[in-house]
């Protein structure tokens, strides 16, 4: 199993290629093509959503992929890669690493969370990175074995932080206090929050939105156009 720094270096942007079925940009095809725009941009790893994307996206660039596959599944809010099963179709479809929810959440099937992350190492042979909202959700995600955290979920659950940007709060709290290494991602819209994030520590940033998703550009323009 590879560790994260046989995957990419300290200081690394990785850009997340995703678009959910109501999305207009939804197509393998069109994510792998971003997949390239992106790396020729400077990404040093792909984050990407489902087999068919993570597929299209390994055969168009060689770059590490941080795979996920987001389903909903009835009784349970985890929706990051909430199953073995799941994790499996990502692992096969060509990811290098296998990103999950490691919230305390109820989970529906027979794997939580620390036989997950062990069935993910032992048989997919791959690192875990450990979606979080809290610091709480952070570390006990790294007892249980994750080799990086996440800020991906801060403000996604209903007891974490709501805010425009990104929570730098949490990243500087499990930079202190975890050890293993931490990613940031969610809600970095401008280049100057990703550099400050790489700043306080973190091993790398994770982007999105603001690279990926013309919709969300486009909004914040025309929002801001708005107020006038």
């Known amino acids: 199993m590879k ?8 200081g690394s942007l990785i850009v997340s290629c995703q678009a959910l079925e109501d999305e207009p940009l939804h197509s393998p095809e069109i994510m792998a093509r971003m997949a390239v725009a992106a790396v020729t941009g400077g990404a040093a790893a792909i984050r990407a959503n489902s087999p068919p994307d993570i597929r299209a996206i390994r055969a168009a660039v060689h770059v590490p992929i941080i795979g996920i596959y987001k389903q909903v599944t009835a009784g349970s809010d985890v929706y990051i890669t909430p199953t073995f099963a799941s994790a499996s179709e990502v692992a096969d479809a060509g ?3 296998i ?14 969370l620390d036989s997950l992350i062990a069935r ?9 990175m450990a979606d979080v909202s809290t610091v709480d959700e952070g570390l006990a995600a790294e007892k249980l074995g994750a080799d990086v955290l996440s800020t991906t979920l801060s403000g996604y659950t209903p007891y974490s932080p709501k805010s425009e940007g990104p929570d730098y709060e949490l990243l500087r709290e499990l930079l202190s ?10 809600r970095f819209h401008y280049p100057d929050q990703a550099a400050e994030a790489l700043r306080l520590g973190a091993y790398a940033v994770v982007v999105g939105g603001a690279i990926t998703r013309p919709q969300e550009i486009t909004r914040r323009f025309s929002d801001r156009i708005a107020k006038g």
């Open 99 to 112: 990103a999950l929810d490691a919230t305390p959440r109820s989970r529906v099937g027979p794997d939580q």
């Open 177 to 186: 206090r975890s050890t293993v290494p931490v990613i940031a991602e969610g």
């Open 120 to 128: 993910i190492h032992t048989e997919l042979d791959r690192p875990v």
């Open 95 to 97: 990811a290098d690493m």
């Open 3 to 10: 560790s994260i720094g046989q995957l990419f270096p300290r």
